[in-house]
C-alpha cells in the first residue's frame, strides 16, 4: 500500500449505531487530518494531530470522537450520528517540522462516503 | 485570519481550449498557496504550489498557477483542456506560522467540465 488509504470507502448506517473510520498512512508522515467535505462546501478541517497529539478540534460535535493510537493512523469514531452528518470524510497527511512547526503539503487519502438514515 | 475565493462553481470549456480557473485569497502573512484537483470518487491530489521564490508554478498534467500579490491571486491556467481534466478544483492557503500549527484553508471549489 501506498500513500493515505482509508477505509471503508462507504458506510451506511442507522442514527443509532457505532461505527468507526479507519486511516493509514505509508508516508512517514507525524501529522494527521480529519477534514469533512459536504456538497456545495468548503471543505471543514475536524481535527489535527501532531505527533500524535491532538492539536485542533475544529468545534465539532461529541458524537464524532477521534483516535490516534501512533503517527500512521487515524480512527473517526461515529456515535448517534444525524443526517445532516452524511458527507465524504478525507483523511490527510503532512510532514511537520520541528522548527517552527510549519506543515508542507497534505496528501490526501480517497476518503470515506458516509450516509446516515 | 485568511480565506480563499473561488468565484463561480462551475465552469465549462471545450477540448483544446484554454482553461482559467480564478482564485483569490486573504492572509495576514505571505501566504503559501495550493491547488489540489479530486477526480471523482477520489481524495484530493496536489496539483502544484507556490511556496517562495518564482511566482509561476508549474505542476503536473501542464497545468501552471501565477501568484500575484498585488492583485492577492493565484489562478490555474492550463493552455489547452483535455477531457481527463474534468474534475473539481480546489484553492488553498497555508498561513505555515512559525511556531504555530499552520493549517490549510480551502476555497468551496470549482467543477471542471470538457466539451468534445
Known amino acids: 500500500e501506498t500513500g493515505v488509504t482509508q477505509t471503508p470507502r462507504h458506510l451506511v448506517m442507522g442514527m443509532t449505531n457505532k461505527k468507526s473510520l479507519k486511516c493509514e498512512q505509508h508516508?512517514?508522515?507525524?501529522?494527521m487530518y480529519w477534514y469533512k467535505q459536504s456538497a456545495k462546501k468548503p471543505l471543514e478541517l475536524m481535527f489535527v494531530?501532531?505527533?500524535?497529539?491532538?492539536?485542533e478540534n475544529n468545534s465539532v460535535p461529541s458524537r464524532f470522537s477521534p483516535e490516534c493510537p501512533n503517527s500512521s493512523h487515524l480512527f473517526l469514531h461515529l456515535h448517534t450520528l444525524q443526517p445532516e452528518d452524511s458527507a465524504l470524510y478525507l483523511c490527510a497527511s503532512s510532514q511537520v517540522y520541528g522548527s517552527g512547526l510549519r506543515t508542507d503539503t497534505q496528501y490526501f487519502g480517497p476518503g470515506t462516503r458516509l450516509t446516515v438514515l | 485570519a485568511q480565506s480563499v475565493t473561488q468565484l463561480g462553481s462551475h465552469v465549462s470549456v471545450s477540448e483544446g481550449a484554454l482553461v482559467l480557473l480564478r482564485c483569490n485569497y486573504s492572509s495576514s502573512v505571505p501566504p503559501y498557496l495550493f491547488w489540489y484537483v479530486q477526480y471523482p470518487n477520489q481524495g484530493l491530489q496536489l496539483l502544484l504550489k507556490?511556496?517562495?521564490?518564482?511566482?509561476l508554478v508549474k505542476g503536473i498534467n501542464g497545468f501552471e498557477a501565477e501568484f500575484k500579490k498585488s492583485e492577492t491571486s493565484f489562478h490555474l491556467t492550463k493552455p489547452s483542456a483535455h477531457m481527463s481534466d474534468a474534475a473539481e478544483y480546489f484553492c488553498a492557503v497555508s498561513d505555515h506560522r512559525s511556531g504555530a500549527n499552520s493549517k490549510l484553508t480551502f476555497g468551496k471549489g470549482i467543477t471542471l467540465s470538457v466539451r468534445p
Open positions: 494531530y501532531n505527533f500524535k497529539e491532538q492539536t
Open positions: 507556490y511556496t517562495t521564490g518564482a511566482t
Open positions: 508516508l512517514g508522515h507525524n501529522a
